[in-house]
C-alpha cells in the first residue's frame, strides 16, 4: 500500500510558476513509475508528465512540453512537478499517481495509487 499526498498547489498569475510535491509512504518508492495527471471541471483526467523508477527516463504531454519538469528524490519518497509559464489553461486539480507497470504510463489505468490532488488555478 502506498500513500501520497501532494502539495504546493495555489493561485498564481498567467506566466508565474509552482512547484508541486508528492510525499509517498512505504519503504518500496523505487519501485514505482510516478506520474502526474490533472482534471479541470467538466473535462476528463489528463496525463501531465511521468518519471521512471530511477528518474531517468520522462515522458510529458504536448501540452507541458518545455514548461513543466517531473522529478524524483527517491530517497525522501518524493516526486515534484516544477511548472514554469503557467497558462490559464493549466488551471485544474493536479494528481499524483504510482504505477508499477513500465509500460504506457500515460494512460490513467496504468496507476494504482492515487493522491487527494491539489489545486493549481492559474488567472489572467
Known amino acids: 500500500q502506498v500513500q501520497l499526498v501532494e502539495s504546493g498547489g495555489g493561485l498564481v498569475q498567467a506566466g508565474g510558476s509552482l512547484r508541486l510535491s508528492c510525499a509517498a509512504s512505504g519503504r518500496t518508492f523505487n519501485s514505482y513509475v510516478m506520474g502526474w495527471f490533472r482534471q479541470a471541471p467538466g473535462k476528463e483526467r489528463e496525463f501531465v508528465a511521468s518519471i521512471g523508477r530511477s528518474g531517468g527516463s520522462t515522458i510529458y504531454s504536448d501540452s507541458v512540453k518545455g514548461r513543466f519538469t517531473i522529478s524524483r528524490d527517491n530517497a525522501k519518497s518524493t516526486v515534484f512537478l516544477q511548472m514554469n509559464s503557467l497558462k490559464l489553461e493549466d488551471t485544474a486539480g493536479y494528481y499524483c499517481?504510482?504505477?508499477?507497470?513500465?509500460?504506457?504510463?500515460?494512460?490513467?489505468?496504468?496507476?494504482?495509487?492515487w493522491g487527494q490532488g491539489t489545486q493549481v488555478t492559474v488567472s489572467p
Open positions: 499517481a504510482a504505477s508499477r507497470s513500465l509500460r504506457n504510463t500515460e494512460s490513467a489505468n496504468k496507476y494504482d495509487y
